[in-house]
Every structure is written in C-alpha cells, then in structure tokens.
C-alpha cells in the first residue's frame, strides 16, 4: 500500500518560496498515478494546487499557475512543489496525493485513493 | 466552467438518510469523487466514478450522476459520519477542482 509523507519548513516569509516534498512508500514514483497537492487554509476548503506525472507532465490550477512549480525526482521516489511569491493567502495545510484513473467501458473514472498527512505551512515575517 | 457549487451545510437525523448534491458544467462529462474530512484530519476517498466504494467504505455510502449533478447519499447516517464532504471531478483542461464543501451534522 502505498504511503505519503509530506516535509518542509513550516513557516516562509512573505514574498518567499515554499517548498515541500512528498516521498512516496510502499510504491514506485513511475507506477501509472499522478501526483499532486492539494492545499487547505484555516477554516476553508480544498483546493486543488496541480499534479505531476512520472515523465514530467504537469496540469496545474489556473490560478495559481503562474508562481507554481511542481516535480519530480524519481531516483528519490518523490515529487515537490514550489510556490513563489507568497503572501498570507498562501498560509494552509498542504497535502500530497496520489490520483489514480479506472477505465470501465467507455468511462474514466479519476480519484484520489492516498493522502499524506498534511503539513501546515504558514506565512508571515 | 470548471466550479463544482455544493450546498454549505445540511443536517440529518441518526438512522435517516441525507443527500449531499454537487453541481458543475464538468460533470455532464465526468464522474466525481467524494472525499470525507473530519476535523484535523486528511481526507478520506468514500466514493468514485459511477458508484464504487473503496475497501473499508461502508456500504451506506453511494453516489449517483445525473446531467450536471453528482451526488452522495448516507442511507441511515452514523454519529461518526458527521464530517465535511467535498467532491472532485475533471474539467475538459485537465483540472481537477474541488467543490466547496458541505458539512453535515448527525442530530
């Protein structure tokens, strides 16, 4: 069963960069699943920040798209995100992914089976 | 559009069942996923595509599809399933957004 385990600093100054890994257990980096991060501020909901997949693909939030980096290191077995310029906005829990993909018939059916725990990151001087 | 509109709170009595709704364009061409979150928890995948449960979801949880709505159904809701309930789905860029959330309270 594959496990994720994210890891970072917990505090970045204002107009910074946060940078968080995931390491992937139990698994390969290069099995068929994407990988992403999902964010979550105090007292809000989830919001999706992009993905990665093993050969570099990316998809990423529009709205975020223009300060986010995400990226993969497979001789590590793991994928990180980078995020530019932040502000207190930016201030949440971030979590890492798998999202995996079922075909049945002629449906694709996307879903994210495996969460980290989360680790909050919080921006301020 | 790629926004999935949930409604903000609904309530249930112990035993009876609830329907949480998520409505978005993408979902007239995908299937969402469902996604408990207790407090100071990750979340937790509790359905996906056309109505699969993941190993260990109880079978009071099901998920349907129609036009451009998705939906949850708990048929006799626990205490323990008082959480917040978020769907996902792909949108035609290849995003896959959240819904706003619902929090559901077992009276």
């Known amino acids: 069963q594959v496990q994720l385990q994210e890891s970072g600093p917990g505090l970045v100054k204002p107009s910074g960069t946060l940078s968080l890994t995931c390491a992937v257990s139990g698994g390969s980096i290069s099995s068929s699943n994407w990988w992403s991060w999902v964010r979550q501020p105090p007292g809000k909901g989830l919001e999706w920040i992009g993905e990665?997949?093993?050969?570099?693909?990316?998809n990423y939030n529009p709205s975020l798209k223009s300060r986010v980096t995400i990226s993969v290191d497979k001789s590590k077995n793991q994928f990180s995100l980078k995020l530019s310029s932040v502000t207190a906005a930016d201030t949440a829990v971030y979590y890492c992914a798998s999202r995996d993909i079922v075909v049945s018939g002629p449906y694709y059916y996307y879903y994210m089976d495996v969460w980290g725990k989360g680790t909050t990151v919080t921006v301020s001087s | 559009s790629s926004e999935l509109t949930q409604d903000p709170a609904v309530s249930v009595a112990l035993g009876q069942t609830v329907r949480i709704t998520c409505q978005g364009d993408?979902?007239?061409?995908?299937?969402a996923s469902w996604y408990q979150q207790k407090p100071g928890q990750a979340p937790v995948l509790v359905i996906y595509g056309k109505n699969n449960r993941p190993s260990g979801i109880p079978d009071r949880f099901s998920g349907s599809s129609s036009g451009n709505t998705a939906s949850l159904t708990i048929t006799g809701a626990q205490a323990e399933d008082e959480a917040d309930y978020y769907c996902n789905s792909r949108d035609s860029s290849g995003n896959h957004p959240f819904g706003t959330g619902t929090k559901v309270t077992v009276l």
């Open positions: 990665i997949y093993h050969s570099g693909s990316t």
């Open positions: 993408s979902l007239r061409s995908y299937y």
